[in-house]
């Protein structure tokens, strides 16, 4: 399956159950970026427009560029009343900007699709001189039992969990990207509270899950209900994150 396709039968899942960002986040962004109604952000592979919502406040234009159609769409739904949005079905390649026309790149829970060599030559050829590029993950933290159970679960029931997991992309990896260029790391804590129909969701809205109606996506069903089970408290179970964003002044 090709990357840009992954998501198309998980939007749902994700528009409800995938993590935000954390408020703090954007004010570091904003206060570091300079971000104000003069500014240009281009939100390279969006998604279903979680981070583009959170920067529209800001008032910076943002472009959502999102080769998925059906995440783009839920992104459109969400958020095209907002004058300051624009949707475009672009990716990290060939992202329909012009030259020179945006002061802040950002790449959320995206990144790690991206093919290096081609995205560093289009993000040098659309940001202004010394514009910005910030690359962020939600990493679940797998500090506690729960986590560390849910885990290993997601190895033994998901064929394709190591394949696609972002922790593939290394600290020398974003180093290489940014070369020659510095770049600073923040990290922030961010969760979500579930229910088990919640839980669930989360679990689904990622791609490597099997899909439904598969006797894989049964087996995956059962072993989670017991995992929820085992570790709720009140029937509520907590997602922890360490958010990380990866800021760079791009000088090309």
């Known amino acids: 399956m090709k990357a840009t396709e992954r998501f198309s039968d998980r939007v749902e899942n994700y528009v409800n159950f995938r993590p935000s960002y954390p408020a703090?986040?954007?004010a570091l962004l904003a206060e570091q970026c300079h971000l104000s109604q003069d500014t240009v952000i281009?939100?390279?592979?969006?998604g279903t427009g979680k981070l583009t919502e959170l920067l529209l406040p800001t008032n910076s234009a943002v472009y959502a560029i999102e080769p998925n159609t059906e995440m783009?769409?839920?992104?459109?739904?969400?958020?095209k009343k907002n004058n300051n949005f624009m949707s475009m079905a672009g990716d990290a390649a060939a992202t329909g900007l012009a030259?020179?026309?945006v002061d802040l790149i950002v790449a959320a829970q995206a990144?790690?699709?991206?093919?290096?060599?081609?995205?560093?030559q289009e993000f040098a050829r659309i940001l202004k001189p010394a514009g910005y590029v910030g690359l962020i993950w939600n990493e679940r933290d797998t500090r506690s039992g729960f986590q560390q159970a849910y885990d290993k679960m997601l190895s033994n029931y998901c064929e394709e969990y190591s394949k696609v997991n972002h922790?593939?992309?290394?600290?020398?990896a974003i180093q290489q990207f940014?070369?020659?260029?510095e770049f600073t790391t923040y990290s922030f804590a961010y969760s979500q509270d579930f229910n088990i129909d919640g839980f669930l969701g989360r679990m689904y809205s990622s791609s490597y899950t099997p899909a439904q109606g598969t006797d894989a996506y049964a087996v995956l069903n059962n072993a989670a209900r017991q995992l929820f089970q085992q570790h709720a408290v009140d029937n509520r179970i907590e997602f922890t994150y360490q958010t990380n964003l990866y800021l760079s002044k791009f000088e090309q």
């Open 24 to 26: 703090e986040l954007i």
């Open 111 to 120: 990144f790690h699709w991206f093919e290096p060599a081609p995205t560093r």
């Open 99 to 101: 030259n020179d026309s």
């Open 167 to 172: 922790r593939n992309i290394s600290l020398s």
């Open 178 to 181: 940014f070369n020659p260029n």
């Open 42 to 46: 281009a939100d390279v592979g969006a």
């Open 72 to 79: 783009r769409e839920a992104a459109e739904n969400l958020l």
